[in-house]
T-cell receptor
Framework: AQTVTQSQPEMSVQEAETVTLSCTYDTSESDYYLFWYKQPPSRQMILVIRQEAYKQQNATENRFSVNFQKAAKSFSLKISDSQLGDAAMYFCAYKGGGADGLTFGKGTHLIIQP | NAGVTQTPKFRILKIGQSMTLQCTQDMNHNYMYWYRQDPGMGLKLIYYSVGAGITDKGEVPNGYNVSRSTTEDFPLRLELAAPSQTSVYFC????????????FGPGTRLTVT
């Protein structure tokens, strides 16, 4: 079974600075999808960014970008110009070829210091 | 578009009671999912459905049942509630045309005492 590991339970960054959240995963598949979801205190799960494993180019969405290292099975999220509204739990998730549904990491709690 | 809606938002059950968590989506999505999120953990898949009349088990199905009689609705049934089922439950859906991107409901916080 695939596993997703987020080694940073909590991260703190100053407003307007850049922060990188780490995610590694274990899989024997070559074709899969990776996601970062944001969960603010409201509990709503919000998709931040998506990466297809067959694409070499790293995905970017405005201030959010990923560093996808397929050989290393690493998928980190970089948030540039951090804003107070970025404070939330961030979950890395994997979708491979097995049972439908996403496999989630345990999450990283991101704190934004004003 | 309301997206994915879940009812109730909160519920307290006594051990041994039963209840149904409701989930409805108005996006005409074929795929629907139920996850649970325990404190300090990521979401774990309970059951999923690839279309009306078709359901399958996820990672943690024990103690739960589902049905999918329509495209819109995917209720989750707890028959004999146990304290281990205290959790936040999320319903999600996606289109068969999407790159597996799932849209989530707001969650139901369930406490079993």
């Amino acid at each position: 079974a695939q596993t997703v590991t987020q080694s940073q339970p909590e991260m703190s960054v100053q407003e307007a600075e850049t922060v990188t959240l780490s995610c590694t995963y274990d899989t024997s598949e070559s074709d899969y999808y990776l996601f970062w979801y944001k969960q603010p205190p409201s509990r709503q799960m919000i998709l931040v960014i998506r990466q297809e494993a067959y694409k070499q180019q790293n995905a970017t969405e405005n201030r959010f970008s990923v560093n996808f290292q397929k050989a290393a099975k690493s998928f980190s999220l970089k948030i540039s110009d951090s804003q107070l509204g970025d404070a939330a739990m961030y979950f890395c998730a994997y979708k491979g070829g097995g049972a439908d549904g996403l496999t989630f990491g345990k999450g990283t709690h991101l704190i934004i210091q004003p | 578009n309301a997206g994915v809606t879940q009812t109730p938002k909160f519920r307290i059950l006594k051990i041994g009671q039963s209840m149904t968590l409701q989930c409805t989506q108005d996006m005409n999505h074929n795929y629907m999912y139920w996850y649970r999120q325990d404190p300090g953990m990521g979401l774990k898949l309970i059951y999923y459905s690839v279309g009306a009349g078709i359901t399958d088990k996820g990672e943690v199905p024990n103690g739960y049942n589902v049905s999918r009689s329509t495209t819109e609705d995917f209720p989750l049934r707890l028959e004999l509630a146990a304290p281990s089922q205290t959790s936040v439950y999320f319903c999600a859906s996606r289109s068969h045309q999407s790159s597996y991107e799932q849209y989530f409901g707001p969650g139901t916080r369930l406490t079993v005492t």
